[in-house]
């Protein structure tokens, strides 16, 4: 079983819709987790952190559940420019601490 | 602005070739990385270093080498360059064990 896994999508929104994506890790010793963004033949670019109490950022919300060993990312009022993959990595410390990339959702928003 | 800098945007490579991928960081980071991101595998993460001289093997180290003699300077070597080493590979710097930001990416394809 992969260590983080996404559902590849791609999800097919609307203008204005709001949209959630899980990420879910199979090592409950995760300490430190973030959600990427990557534009269609660019480099992947961090869009925010994810702490323990959620954080916002903006119409992004992210959130960390540790019973359920997920993360999540919400978008509220979808624009075409949100159109992307979104990548979670987890970090867990084991000797050195390495980051696992999940291989991504993809999001298509329409008009 | 922060700058990531791989050497080549895209390069062709014969099988058995040796290949030195070169990528540069101007923000003196103390971590670089290198990944190779492929369709349906995500990114994954090949070596990393955290200082200078001073190297981790990652996820797929098999086949690759690092170099890591200066802080600003990291680069990938393929040894004997085979036809499964085709792929994205892309660069990327942190100040803690986040990779915050990354290059453009070299489209590598061996022949």
């Known amino acids: 079983r992969k260590e983080v896994e996404q559902d590849p999508g791609p999800f097919n929104v609307p203008e204005g819709a709001t949209v959630a994506f899980n990420c879910t890790y199979s090592?409950?010793?995760?300490?430190?987790f973030f959600w990427y963004r990557q534009d269609c033949r660019k480099e992947p670019k961090l869009l925010m952190s994810?702490?323990?109490s959620g954080n916002e950022d903006g119409r992004f919300t992210a959130q960390l559940n540790r019973a359920s060993q997920y993360i999540s990312l919400l978008i509220r009022d979808s624009k075409l420019s949100d159109s992307a993959t979104y990548l979670c990595?987890?970090?867990?410390?084991?000797?050195?601490?390495?980051?696992?990339f999940g291989r991504g959702t993809s999001l298509i928003v329409h008009p | 602005d922060v700058k990531v800098t791989q050497s080549s945007r895209y390069l062709v490579k014969r099988t058995g070739e040796k290949v030195f991928l070169e990528c540069v960081q101007d923000?003196?980071?103390?971590?670089m990385f290198w990944y190779r991101q492929d369709p349906g595998l995500g990114l994954r993460l090949i070596y990393f270093?955290?200082?200078?001289?001073?190297?981790e093997k990652g996820d797929i180290p098999e086949g690759y080498s690092v170099s890591r003699e200066k802080k600003e300077r990291f680069s990938l070597i393929l040894e004997s360059a085979s036809t499964n080493q085709t792929s994205m590979y892309l660069c990327?710097?942190?100040?803690?064990?986040?990779?915050?930001?990354f290059g453009d990416g070299t489209r590598l394809s061996i022949l």
């Open positions: 990327a710097s942190g100040l803690s064990w986040q990779p915050q930001h």
């Open positions: 994810v702490y323990s």
């Open positions: 923000m003196d980071h103390e971590n």
């Open positions: 990595v987890v970090f867990t410390s084991g000797g050195s601490y390495i980051p696992t």
């Open positions: 090592n409950s010793a995760s300490q430190s």
């Open positions: 270093s955290y200082d200078v001289k001073m190297k």
